[in-house]
Nanobody, 121 residues
């Protein structure tokens, strides 16, 4: 059974940092591209970042470039999202997502349950 379990969300002040973790099971992580998405209240879900199976290809949304870093540890079956210099506009539910193949396609096969990130003073 394929599972993606996010953790690491919470309440943080503007300018602070959080690291999100996505623990995966039920499949070989090193065969698949993985992404982080987010959805704020009243807004559409958007992709924040993506990392290919080999970590060679990495993409970021313009809104988070220079502040967020995606990484993966295939041996530990884990994908990370380091978020620095957080802004109130980063407040959202963050989702881990598995793609159908090695790369960063637009199609998602499996979603995690999400973790809430709130940036507020």
């Amino acid at each position: 059974q394929v599972q993606l379990v996010e953790s690491g969300g919470g309440l943080v002040q503007p300018g602070g940092s959080l690291r999100l973790t996505c623990a995966v099971s039920g499949f070989r992580l090193d065969w698949y591209g993985m992404s982080w998405f987010r959805q704020a209240p009243g807004k559409e879900r958007e992709r924040v970042s993506c990392i290919s199976a080999s970590s060679v290809d990495i993409e970021y949304a313009d809104s988070v470039k220079g502040r967020f870093t995606i990484s993966r540890d295939n041996a530990k079956n884990t994908v990370y999202l380091q978020m620095n210099s957080l802004k109130p506009g980063d407040t959202a539910v963050y989702y881990c997502a598995k793609h159908y193949n090695l790369g960063c396609s637009q199609f998602v096969e499996v979603w995690g349950q999400g973790t809430q990130v709130t940036v507020s003073s």
